[in-house]
C-alpha cells in the first residue's frame, strides 16, 4: 500500500546496502584466528571497551567443560548504566560474523542474551563471536550451560540465583483443549525490593528457537515481576505446543514462577476443608464452583493472602460475562471475607445451588480461600484480615477483637462503605461467661440509640476523622493500656457495631490495623517465639554493654508465612514511633527475605560503637510464625580459652524448641550444671523432633563440632556421673547438625527442622515429664530405669505401660532407701502379660512427701522412681507414661502413633494435642476391655494459658464427644465448625476418657489414636510416606466402578516392613483388628479385590458394588519410607516413577501394564528384581501421548518395540525408537505366580549429567545392572538393623568402581579398591551403633569398561529374596556370622502338596566352609519371622567339598501350610588365625531353568536314567565361552543347542567335558545334561547323605579369551592322559605331562602348581572327577598317596596284586586355588615268587641270546637292502627319462589306469612312489 515515492527509495535503500556489503566483502579479507580473544566458559571477560567497529572470540570446547544436554548461552551485559547498544553475532563457521553472516544474532536495545539449543551444539564446534557497538560502548562478556526444567501446569515453582547474573530455562506443555482460551505465565519476585530480573518466552508454534534479547513475545512487567498472556488468536498463543521461558537476573534472589490456562472450573464442593490454594495473574481471573444445599445457613467466603491484593465475586447460576456483574462481591484491600446469609441468598432467588466463586487479580497473587457454611451471629476480627458484608437499613451486625497478650498497643478499625450508607460505634468491656462457662457477650452489645447518638453515653467510641481519605466510612482509634483501661485480673475485648443507615443496603468492609507499643525485652542468646498477623507489627528491645563485643547479629526464622525485621539503635525511635510509625520504620536497618530464610542483621565495631540500646520491629509481610534472638562475638583475647560467642541457654527441664533453617548445617546449644563438693548425677540430654531428623554432639566446658566432640546421639545423649569426661561443675555445650530424610535427599526438596530439646540430671534414672509418652526398649536383666517428679497438692497418680511389641513389666519405689526398683525390690509392681498399670493413692503419696521433707539428699523434691523391665528372652518396647486426674498431667497424643491405657472404675484420663489451623483431625478410641466413653474440648488461646486453667470436658459439658456403644469411638475435628474456627492459633484440643457407665468391671483398657485428614490417592499415581515403629497412617481412595478389580501396592524403600490394613465405606478406621481387607507379608504388599473376594460373600446384593471409599490404614512393623498406589482395572496403567522401586504380585498369565513418562534425552533401563516366579517384559513408546489413545499402544507379544525374557531391559537414547519426550508403556507377563519390585534407573553417561538423579536400593533386593565406559551411577539406601553393611557388585562381565559415602552423619568414604565389594563396619558408622539406622547412604558406580552386574546391598538379618535359578553372590565377615534368604518354591504337588528346594553353594575360599540351614514358614500368618539356627531348623547341611569349596544339597517338604522357606548361612572358618572373611555365591531353584553364571560350579544329582537337566548360558556380548562338565558319578550326554558331545562305554576319555563358544554373539542358550548311566552311591555327603541310584555331575560356565584362533585357558598335557612302567624293584612309575596354556601360538608351562596321587582299588567310576575322588576317600574307596608334589612323576609299590585306578589332581598355587583332574588309569598288578639269584642269571641269558640274534638279522637286511636300493635307484633313472608316448608296462598300466589316466600324473606318481620306498628303506637300514 507504499505510495510511489516511497516504494522507490525503498528500492534504491535496499539496492545501496546490498552494494555496500558486496564492496565490503571484496575489500575486506578475514583476519588470522589470531586476531580472536579466546573465551572459556562460565569465565567473565569484564570491562571491554569499544569505540565503535567489533571486537572478536572464539569459544572451543574440552571434555571438562562441554555438556551436550543442555543450552549454551552467550551474554554481553553493560558495564554501567548508559544508554549503549551492543549487538552479538554468533557463527560455526565464518570467523568475523557480522549482521548478514551469522547463524545467531542478538542485536535488541541495550544488553543481549543469545541462547543457542542443546541441539545446534557438539564438542567438536568452533563458535565465533563479534560484540559490535556503532557508537562507544564498554562490556563484559561471557557463555554458559544451562538446563531446561519442565513446569506442571497450575504448579508455582521456587527458584533461587544463588549467584549474580545467573539465568534459567524452563518450559511447559499446552495441552490442545478447545476450552483453551489463554495462557498465562507468571514470574513472581519473592523479594519486595525489584531485582534486575528480566524474563523472555516463546513457543514451538511460532518461533521454534530459544527465547533471547532479539527472540521473545510481549512480556509485561509488573510490581511483583512479570507477567505474561497470550490470548486466543494472538500473537504468543498456541495449542498443543511446547511454550519455553528463559529467567535471568543480574543480581542474587529468589523468584516464583507458574502456567495457567484458561480451563474447566474447579469443583469445590469435594475439596478438602472446603479450601484450594491457588495464584491469580494479574488481571485474571480464577473461578470455581460449591453446591448450596442448606437453605437456611450462611455462605461465607473467606479470602487470605499471601501476596498481592486479589478481590471475590460470587454469582449463582453462572459466571457473568462482565464478572463485576456479579451480584456478590468484595473489593476491599488484600484479605478479605464475604458472608452471603440465607437471607440475600432467598432475595437473590437462589436459597440453594451452584454458586460460583471467582478470584479476580487486580495484581498478580497468591491466596488461600477458605468456604464456611454456619449462622453467624458474632464476627471476631483478626488484625490485618479483612471482612466484607451486606448490611440492610436498622440491621446491626457487631464484631469483637481480643487482645491476645497485647497490654499495650494502637489499633486503627476502619469501616468503609462501598453502597449505601452506615455507622460505626464500639466499647470496650469484659469478657464474661454465662452459666454454662460459655462466652457472654449479651452485656457489651450497642442499641441502635448508642450508634447514632454515641456522644450521648459514656465509654462508647466512635468516628472522629477518616485518615484514609480515599475510603468512604468511618474509623476508630484505639489506644489501649491494659493496666488503666481494664479491671485487675479481668479480660477485656472491644465491640464494634454497625448499623444500616441507608434505604438501599449497605456494602461494607471491616479491617483493624494493630500497632504495639510495649518492648519485649530480649536476653542473649534465649529466643523469643511468637505468631504474628498480616500487616501487624511486634516491637523488642536490648541492650549491650560489653566492650569486647565485636559483632552484633540478629536472626529472624519464620516457620510460616513470611515475617520480615526492622532494627535501629536510635535512642528517639520510640518516640517518633507515636508519632508516625510508617516514617520511623524506614530509617530502620531492614532484612526482607523472602519465606523461611532468616532474615539477618548484623553490626561490627568496625562500623560503630556495638554499646547501646537496639529496638526491633517483626513486621507480617503474610501471617507468620517465628523466632526471634541476637548473639554477640565477643574478643577472645586467650587462644585456647573457651570460645565466647553466643549459644542458646537451656534450663534444667525446661524444653526449647529450635529451628534451623535450609542455609544452615546446624545450631549450638549449652547449659549449666554445678554441684556442691562430690555431689553428682547423670546428665540425660534429649530431643524430640517435631519435623526431620538430627544429629547432637556435646562437650564440657568447649564447644564441639562434628569431628570434636565427646558425646553425640540422635535423640538422646547420656552422660554417666564416672564417665572420665564428666564434669559436675561446668558448662556443656551441645551441637545439633540436621540431618536430611531420606526423600528430601533423593527429590531435593526443601524441608523444615524443628525440635525441642532439654536436658535432665538423676541418679542414672532420667527424668519423665508428665503425660509425655516416654518410648524405649528393654531386654532381659537389660531394664530401664525413670524418675518422676511430684507436683504440690493432693491427687492420685497412675503409672502405665503399655507394650509396642513383647511383654514389659514396671516396678516402683517412693523409699528413698531404694532408689532403682527391682522385680524383687519394690513398693509396687505389675506384671501383668501385655499393658500394666500402677495406681498411687492418696496416701501412697503422703508417705512419699514425708520421705521428702526428712531428707536432704533430695533436695526438697519429691520423686518416685521407676523400673521397666522384662523376664522374657526377647526385647520388649513399650511407651511409659505418668499422669494423674489432674489436668496438668494429660496425656500429650503424638499424631499417627497409638497409646494403650488402663483405665481404672470411676476414674479418667485425659489427653491433650496441639492441632494446626485448618487441618481436620480423626480421634478413635478402641476398647479392647470393658468400654469407655469419649468428650472433647476447644481450649482457646490454651498453646497461651497454664494447663491448670484449661477447661476440662465431662459428660456433662463437652464441645464433641462419642459414648455409642461400639467397637471403636470417633471423633471428627472440622475446623469449618464455629467452635473450632474460634479456637484460634493456639487452640488446644483436649479429650477425656471416662469409663462407660452401662459397663460394670474394675478395668477398661483401650487404643486410642490421633490421624490427620487422609491424603487422598489418585488413581495409578505413585506416593511416597514415611513412617514410624508401630505406627500408623491412613489414605483414602474413592471408587467409581461397580465391577471392576481394585490394586492396592505398598512397597517399602528403606528395607523395613509395613502391613496394609483396609475398610471399605466405613466411619472407622483400619488397623491389625478392624479391617475388611488385609495384607501382611514382609517384604512388600500387594491386594487385589474383586467382587470374587469373600467379604462380599454375604453381603445384601444392593451391597455387592467396588463403587466406594476405602480407608487404607499403612502400619510401620518397622520405621520405613514407602510408596502406596491404588488403580483399578478400569485404568489399564500404573504410573510409575524413576529411581522408586514399585512392589507388584501377578498371577500365572497375568499382564500388568506400567506408564512411565520421559522427558530426558536419557537412557534408562527397566529393571526386575525377582522374590519368586518369572517375567517377561514388552516395551512400547509413544511419542506425542496427548493425541492418540494409549490404549491402543499397549504393548504385548506381539505388539512391542523392545522385549526381553530377563529381568533387565536398557533401552538406550541412540536407539531410532527412542523417544525423548513422551510415554513408555511397559508390560510385565508372568508365567507363573510372580513377586516383584518394579525398578527404572536411568543412566547417567558423567560425573556432571542429572546430579540429582540417584535410585533407591532395597535392602536384600537383586537388581541387574548394565553400564557403558565411563558411564555413572548414584544410588542410595537405607540401613535397617544394627549390623556391618555390605556393598556388592556381583560381576557377570566388565569392571566398575564402588564407593559409598554419607555427608549426613559419620562423614566417612570408602571404595572398593578393585574388588566389587564394599564392607561397612560399624566403625565408621556410629559410636553408639545405632544412629546411623534410617540415614541414606550414597553409592556411586562407575564403569571402566563396559559391565554388568548385579547389584545388592545387605546386612545380617537382611532378609534377601531369592529368585528361582538365578546365583547371587554375597560376604559373610566373623566366626558365626549369619546371612538370611527367603525363598518361595514355584510349583508344589497338586496332590499330596510336595515340594521341593535344590540349592548349590560355592566360595573361592578354603579357610570358609559356611552351615546352611532351613527352616519353613508361613509368612501370611505369623508376623514375627522365625529365623533358622542351630537351635531350630528343619534341616541343615554342613558337609562343604573342601577340593572344590562347594556344598549342595535337596530339602523336600509339604507345602500344604506354606510353600515359603527361611535359609540361614553361617559362617564357619577352619582357621581362625586368618582372616574370618568369607564370599559365596548361591542358587536356589525348584523346577525352574538354571541360570549359570560364569565362574560359579554347581553340583546337581540325576536319580533316573536317561532324565535331564536344563540350563541357561547368557552370552552377554560378543565373546568366546566355554561349558564344562565334570562328572562325577555315571555316565552323561551334554547338548547345546548347536551341538553335543557325548559320554561312553564304561569309563570317562576325560574328566572335563569342554563345549566352546567361540565369537558367539549375544543371546541365551539352553546346555542339556542327559543321564546316559546312574550308579548305586551311599551317603554321598555332597548331596546330603543321599544313597540310591544316581548320577552326579558339576558344571561350570567360563568367559574365554580369542588370540591367533587359540582359546587361552589351562590345558591338561596330552589332554590329561598318563603313563606309568614297573622298574626292577617292582615298584610303578607314574608320568603325565604338566599344565600349560597358549600364549599366542606358543605353549607355556604354569609354574606353582602342586599335584596330589589318589588310588583306589575298587570298580567305580569315581576317579574320573573331583567330586568322584572325594567321595572315594570319604567311603574308603580310595586313598591318598602323595600330595603338594611339584614334580611330574610319581613311583610307588603296590601293596598287592589286583586291579587298580590311579589319578593325578594338580591345583594351581595360587588365589585361584583352582583344581584340574588327570584322567584315570586302570592298571593290573601279577606278582610271581622267583628266586632272586636264578632270575638274575636268566636275564642275562636273555640278553645275550637276543643281541646275537639282533645281530644276525641286521646282517643279512643290510644286504638285501642294498641290493634293493640299487634297483630303485635304476628304476627312477629311467623313468626320468621315459617320454609320455610310450607304452607302459602292463603291469603298471593296469594298476593306476583306473586311478590316473594321464601319463604325466602317472609318471609323477611313480616317481615319488619310488622315492618314498627308497626313503622307508633308508631309514629301516
Known amino acids: 500500500e507504499m505510495k510511489g515515492k516511497e516504494c522507490v527509495f525503498l528500492v534504491l535503500l535496499l539496492v545501496g546496502v546490498s552494494l555496500a556489503q558486496n564492496a565490503t566483502e571484496s575489500n575486506d579479507t578475514p583476519a588470522p584466528t589470531s586476531d580472536h580473544i579466546s573465551l572459556q566458559i562460565d569465565q567473565w571477560i569484564n570491562d571491554v571497551e569499544l569505540k565503535g567497529g567489533s571486537k572478536y572470540y572464539k569459544l572451543a570446547f574440552s571434555s571438562n567443560n562441554y555438556e551436550s544436554e543442555k543450552d549454551l548461552i552467550f551474554e554481553v551485559i553493560l558495564s554501567d548504566e548508559s544508554n549503549q547498544d551492543p549487538d552479538l553475532f554468533i557463527s560455526k563457521t565464518d570467523e568475523k560474523p557480522d549482521y548478514w553472516k551469522n547463524q545467531f544474532h542478538c542485536s535488541a536495545w541495550g544488553e543481549e542474551i543469545c541462547p543457542v539449543s542443546y541441539t545446534d551444539h557438539s564438542m567438536s564446534d568452533v563458535f565465533y563471536l ?56 507468571n514470574l513472581e519476585l519473592e523479594s519486595k525490593w525489584h531485582s534486575h530480573f528480566h524474563m523472555y518466552v516463546t513457543n514451538d508454534k511460532e518461533n521454534n528457537d530459544l527465547p533471547s534479547t532479539s527472540n521473545t513475545f510481549e512480556v509485561i512487567p509488573t510490581f511483583f515481576g512479570y507477567t505474561a498472556t497470550y490470548y486466543k488468536d494472538s500473537t504468543g498463543f498456541c495449542k498443543g505446543c511446547l511454550y519455553k521461558v ?69 454469582n449463582p447460576e453462572n459466571i457473568p460475562s462482565n464478572y463485576r456483574d456479579s451480584k456478590f462481591k468484595s473489593e476491599g484491600l488484600f484479605s478479605e471475607s464475604l458472608i452471603i446469609t440465607a437471607k440475600d441468598r432467598l432475595e437473590a432467588k437462589a436459597s440453594t445451588g451452584l454458586y460460583y466463586i471467582c478470584i479476580y487479580g487486580s495484581v498478580s497473587s497468591s491466596y488461600e480461600l477458605q468456604l464456611l457454611v454456619d449462622d453467624r451471629r458474632e464476627l471476631l476480627l483478626h488484625p490485618g484480615f479483612t471482612k466484607t458484608l451486606i448490611i440492610d437499613k436498622e440491621e446491626i451486625f457487631h464484631f469483637v477483637f481480643h487482645p491476645k497478650g497485647e497490654k499495650k498497643f494502637i489499633a486503627s478499625n476502619f469501616m468503609n462503605t462501598y453502597t449505601g ?77 454497625v448499623l444500616g443507615t441507608s434505604d438501599v443496603s449497605a456494602r461494607f468492609s471491616m479491617t483493624l490495623l494493630l500497632e504495639n507499643l510495649t518492648p519485649t525485652i530480649l536476653k542473649e542468646g534465649i529466643p523469643h517465639e511468637d505468631s504474628i498477623q498480616l500487616a501487624n507489627n511486634h516491637l523488642f528491645k536490648f541492650s549491650v554493654t560489653d566492650n569486647m563485643v565485636e559483632k552484633l547479629k540478629i536472626q529472624l526464622t519464620s516457620f510460616s508465612g513470611d515475617a520480615d525485621m526492622y532494627v535501629t539503635d536510635d535512642a528517639k525511635f520510640l518516640e517518633e514511633l ?89 545450631v549450638s546449644v549449652s547449659f549449666l550444671v554445678n554441684f556442691e563438693g562430690n555431689y553428682k548425677e547423670d546428665i540425660d540430654i534429649k530431643l524430640n523432633a517435631e519435623s526431620g531428623n538430627f544429629k547432637m554432639y556435646a562437650m564440657a566446658d568447649k564447644k564441639p563440632t562434628k569431628t570434636d566432640y565427646t558425646w553425640s546421639g540422635e ?146 523434691k519429691c520423686e518416685i522412681y521407676i523400673s521397666v523391665y522384662t523376664n522374657d528372652d526377647s526385647w520388649a518396647g513399650y511407651n511409659l507414661v505418668v499422669s494423674s486426674d489432674s489436668v496438668e498431667h494429660a496425656h500429650l497424643l503424638i499424631e499417627g502413633e497409638p497409646m494403650k491405657t488402663i483405665l481404672k472404675a470411676n476414674f479418667h484420663t485425659n489427653y491433650y494435642f496441639k492441632p494446626v489451623l485448618g487441618k481436620d483431625y480423626t480421634l478413635t478410641v478402641t476398647p479392647e476391655t470393658g468400654d469407655v466413653d469419649v468428650f472433647m474440648n476447644y481450649i482457646e488461646n490454651g498453646h497461651m494459658i497454664k494447663m491448670k486453667d484449661w477447661k476440662v470436658p465431662t459428660p456433662q459439658a463437652f464441645d464433641l464427644r462419642s459414648v455409642r456403644h461400639a467397637t471403636q469411638k470417633v471423633l471428627k475435628i472440622k475446623w469449618t465448625s464455629e467452635k473450632a474456627n474460634k479456637c484460634g492459633d493456639n487452640c488446644i484440643l483436649l479429650f477425656s476418657v471416662y469409663q462407660s457407665p452401662i459397663i460394670s468391671v474394675d478395668y477398661s483398657s483401650f487404643k486410642i489414636n490421633l490421624v490427620s485428614n487422609f491424603e487422598k490417592l489418585s488413581e495409578g499415581n505413585n506416593v511416597i510416606g514415611s513412617i514410624g515403629e508401630r505406627s500408623y497412617t491412613y489414605y483414602t481412595f474413592e471408587v467409581l466402578c461397580e465391577n471392576c478389580t481394585v490394586t492396592f501396592s505398598l512397597t517399602p524403600l528403606s528395607g523395613g516392613d509395613v502391613d496394609l490394613f483396609v475398610l471399605k465405606d466405613s466411619n472407622k478406621l483400619p488397623d491389625s483388628n478392624n479391617y475388611d481387607f488385609v495384607s501382611s507379608t514382609i517384604h512388600g504388599e500387594y491386594l487385589q479385590i474383586n467382587l470374587k473376594h469373600k467379604y462380599f460373600e454375604h453381603k445384601p446384593q444392593h451391597q455387592k458394588t467396588m463403587k466406594g471409599v476405602y480407608v487404607l490404614g499403612v502400619y510401620g512393623f518397622t520405621q520405613c519410607t514407602f510408596s502406596i498406589v491404588a488403580s483399578t482395572s478400569v485404568n489399564k496403567f500404573i504410573s510409575v516413577n524413576k529411581n522408586v522401586p514399585f512392589n507388584v504380585y501377578q498371577k500365572a498369565g497375568e499382564a500388568q501394564t506400567f506408564k512411565y513418562y520421559q522427558w530426558h534425552n536419557e537412557t534408562f533401563a527397566v529393571s526386575l528384581s525377582l522374590h519368586s516366579g518369572e517375567a517377561d517384559i514388552f516395551v512400547m513408546p509413544v511419542q506425542k501421548p496427548k493425541e492418540v489413545n494409549l490404549l491402543e499402544y499397549i504393548p504385548g507379544p506381539t505388539k512391542y518395540k523392545w522385549k526381553t525374557s530377563s529381568n533387565y531391559l536398557r533401552i538406550e537414547k541412540e536407539d531410532p525408537n527412542f523417544v525423548t519426550i513422551g510415554y513408555y508403556l511397559i508390560t510385565v507377563i508372568t508365567s507363573q505366580n510372580t513377586s516383584y519390585s518394579l525398578l527404572i534407573d536411568p543412566a547417567n553417561t558423567n560425573s556432571s549429567s542429572s546430579p540429582n538423579s540417584k535410585s533407591m ?118 566366626e558365626d556370622s549369619v546371612v538370611y534368604f527367603a525363598y518361595t518354591c514355584s510349583e508344589a504337588n497338586s496332590r499330596d502338596r510336595q515340594a521341593k528346594m535344590e540349592f548349590s553353594l560355592t566360595t573361592p575360599s578354603s579357610n570358609f566352609e559356611p552351615q546352611v540351614f532351613i527352616l519353613k514358614q508361613n509368612l501370611l500368618s505369623n508376623r514375627t519371622i522365625e529365623y533358622p539356627g542351630k537351635a531350630g531348623y528343619n534341616v541343615k547341611f554342613t558337609n562343604m567339598d573342601k577340593r572344590l569349596h562347594m556344598m549342595s544339597g535337596t530339602y523336600e517338604f509339604d507345602a500344604t501350610s506354606s510353600n515359603t522357606l527361611i535359609i540361614g548361612v553361617y559362617a564357619h572358618f577352619l582357621d581362625k588365625e586368618k582372616e574370618l572373611f568369607g564370599e559365596f555365591d548361591f542358587t536356589a531353584w525348584s523346577t525352574a531353568t538354571i541360570k549359570l553364571k560364569p565362574d560359579v560350579w554347581i553340583t546337581r544329582t540325576i536319580a533316573n536314567q536317561m532324565d535331564s537337566d536344563l540350563f541357561e548360558v547368557t552370552v552377554p556380548r560378543t565373546t568366546d565361552m566355554a561349558v564344562e562338565v565334570s562328572p562325577c558319578v555315571g555316565k552323561f550326554e551334554v547338548s547345546v543347542d548347536m551341538g553335543s558331545v557325548t559320554l561312553s562305554e564304561n569309563k570317562v576319555d576325560k574328566g572335563i567335558i569342554p563345549i566352546f563358544f567361540k565369537n558367539q554373539s549375544p543371546g541365551t542358550y539352553k546346555v542339556q545334561i542327559k543321564a546316559l548311566q546312574t550308579y548305586f552311591v551311599e551317603e554321598a555327603e555332597i548331596q546330603n547323605s543321599f544313597t540310591g541310584q544316581a548320577a552326579i555331575y558339576s558344571i561350570i560356565v567360563r568367559e ?101 585306578w590311579v589319578n593325578v589332581i594338580a591345583q594351581l598355587a595360587d588365589e585361584t586355588e583352582e583344581y584340574f583332574a588327570y584322567n584315570s588309569m586302570e592298571i593290573a598288578v601279577t606278582k610271581t615268587v622267583v628266586h632272586r639269584g636264578k632270575m638274575m642269571m636268566l636275564f642275562v641269558s636273555l640278553i645275550l641270546i637276543g643281541a646275537l640274534a639282533t645281530a644276525f638279522y641286521f646282517y643279512a637286511k643290510m644286504r638285501k637292502t642294498q641290493k634293493r636300493l640299487d634297483f630303485e635307484m635304476s628304476d627312477v633313472r629311467n623313468l626320468a627319462q621315459v617320454s609320455t608316448s610310450v607304452e607302459l608296462p602292463e603291469r603298471e598300466k593296469k594298476t593306476y589306469q583306473t586311478l590316473i589316466p594321464a601319463h604325466d600324473q602317472i609318471l609323477r606318481i611313480k616317481i615319488m612312489s619310488t622315492l618314498f620306498r627308497y626313503m622307508m628303506i633308508t631309514q629301516i637300514n
Not at 631 to 653: C, H, I, K, V, Y
Request: glycine letters at 6%; hydrophobic letters at 30%.
Open 130 to 185: 563479534a560484540v559490535s557497538c556503532t557508537e562507544a560502548c564498554k562490556f563484559s562478556i561471557r557463555a554458559f550451560f544451562t538446563d531446561e526444567l519442565l513446569i506442571p501446569e497450575g504448579k508455582v515453582v521456587s527458584e533461587e540465583f544463588k549467584e549474580e547474573n545467573k539465568g534459567r530455562f524452563f518450559k511447559f506443555r499446552v495441552e490442545d483443549f478447545s476450552d483453551v482460551e489463554r495462557v498465562s505465565i
Open 715 to 860: 535423640s538422646e545423649i547420656h552422660i554417666h556421673n564416672d564417665d572420665k569426661n564428666y564434669r559436675n561443675s561446668a558448662t556443656y555445650h551441645v551441637y545439633i547438625e540436621k540431618n536430611k530424610s531420606f526423600w528430601t535427599f533423593l527429590t531435593g526438596d526443601i524441608t523444615s527442622y524443628v525440635f525441642t530439646i532439654k536436658f535432665v540430671t538423676g541418679d542414672s534414672a532420667s527424668l519423665i515429664l508428665s503425660g509425655i509418652p516416654e518410648k524405649g526398649k528393654v531386654g532381659k536383666n537389660e531394664p530401664q530405669y525413670y524418675r518422676y517428679i511430684l507436683d504440690e497438692g493432693e491427687m492420685n497418680y497412675t503409672i502405665s505401660v503399655t507394650p509396642t511389641f513383647g511383654d514389659p513389666n514396671i516396678a516402683v519405689s517412693y523409699d528413698i532407701g531404694n532408689h532403682l526398683p527391682s522385680e524383687t525390690e519394690n513398693n509396687k509392681m505389675s506384671k501383668n502379660i501385655g499393658a500394666d498399670i500402677i495406681h498411687l493413692s492418696l496416701s501412697e503419696i503422703s508417705q512419699v512427701n514425708q520421705f521428702c521433707k526428712t531428707s536432704s539428699f533430695n533436695k526438697g
Open 421 to 497: 450508607s452506615a455507622k460505626m460505634a464500639g466499647k470496650l468491656c469484659v469478657f464474661e461467661r454465662n452459666t454454662n462457662h460459655r462466652p457472654d457477650l449479651s452485656h457489651c452489645k450497642l442499641t441502635k440509640e448508642q450508634i447514632l447518638y454515641p456522644e450521648r453515653y459514656q465509654g462508647i467510641l466512635y468516628h472522629t476523622q477518616n485518615p484514609m481519605d480515599f475510603l468512604a466510612g468511618d474509623s476508630i482509634v484505639l489506644n489501649y493500656d491494659e493496666s488503666k483501661d481494664c479491671p485487675s485480673g479481668k479480660r477485656c475485648v472491644y465491640v464494634f457495631a
Open 1600 to 1700: 574365554t579369551k580369542n588370540t591367533t584362533d587359540e582359546i587361552e585357558s589351562y590345558q591338561l598335557g596330552k589332554d590329561g592322559k598318563m603313563m606309568y612302567k614297573f622298574d626292577l624293584k617292582g615298584s610303578i612309575e607314574l608320568q603325565w605331562e604338566p599344565i600349560y596354556f597358549y600364549k599366542g601360538m606358543q605353549e607355556v608351562t604354569v609354574q606353582n602348581v602342586e599335584y596330589s596321587v589318589f588310588i583306589s582299588n575298587t570298580p567305580t567310576v569315581f576317579m574320573d572327577s573331583l567330586c568322584g575322588i572325594t567321595y572315594g576317600i570319604k567311603h574308603n574307596k580310595a586313598q591318598l598317596l602323595a600330595e603338594k608334589l611339584t614334580d611330574t612323576k610319581y613311583s610307588f609299590e603296590p601293596k598287592e596284586e589286583g586291579i587298580y
Open 1257 to 1374: 536400593i532395597k535392602m536384600g533386593d537383586h537388581f541387574k545392572v548394565q553400564m557403558k565406559v565411563s558411564e555413572i551411577k548414584r544410588y542410595v539406601f537405607v540401613p535397617t538393623v544394627k549390623a556391618t553393611i555390605y556393598v556388592i557388585a556381583d560381576m557377570m562381565y566388565g569392571n566398575v568402581s564402588l564407593s559409598v559415602n554419607t555427608g549426613d552423619f559419620g562423614s566417612f568414604s570408602l571404595t572398593d579398591e578393585g574388588t566389587g565389594r564394599i564392607e561397612i563396619a560399624e566403625k565408621y558408622l556410629a559410636d553408639d551403633g545405632e544412629s546411623y539406622l534410617g540415614k541414606t547412604f550414597n553409592l556411586l558406580i562407575s564403569a571402566m569398561d563396559e559391565s554388568e552386574f548385579t547389584l545388592i546391598v545387605m546386612q545380617e538379618h537382611t532378609l534377601i529374596w531369592l529368585n528361582e535359578g538365578f546365583p547371587y553372590g554375597y560376604a559373610l565377615r566373623g
Open 578 to 666: 507515636t508519632k508516625d510509625f510508617q516514617s520511623a520504620i524506614e530509617k530502620m536497618k531492614s532484612s526482607a527475605l523472602p519465606g523461611n530464610l532468616v532474615d539477618t542483621i548484623e553490626y561490627s565495631c568496625k562500623e560503630q560503637d556495638l554499646k547501646g540500646t537496639y529496638y526491633i520491629v517483626v513486621t507480617a509481610y503474610s501471617s507468620s510464625q517465628y523466632s526471634l534472638a541476637y548473639s554477640l562475638q565477643r574478643q577472645n583475647l586467650q587462644p585456647n580459652s573457651t570460645d565466647p560467642n553466643t549459644s542458646t541457654l537451656l534450663r534444667e527441664g525446661k524444653p526449647q524448641r529450635i529451628s534451623i533453617s535450609d542455609n544452615e548445617e546446624g
Open 246 to 314: 528463559y529467567v535471568t537476573s543480574k543480581e542474587k534472589g529468589n523468584y516464583k514462577i507458574s502456567f495457567k490456562t484458561s480451563k474447566a472450573v474447579q469443583d469445590m464442593t469435594k475439596a478438602k476443608d472446603l479450601s484450594v490454594k491457588d495464584v491469580v495473574g494479574y488481571n485474571e481471573m480464577n473461578c470455581y464452583s460449591y453446591q448450596v444445599t442448606d437453605p437456611s445457613s450462611d455462605l461465607e467466603v473467606n479470602l487470605f493472602v499471601y501476596s498481592g491484593d486479589p478481590e471475590i465475586y460470587v
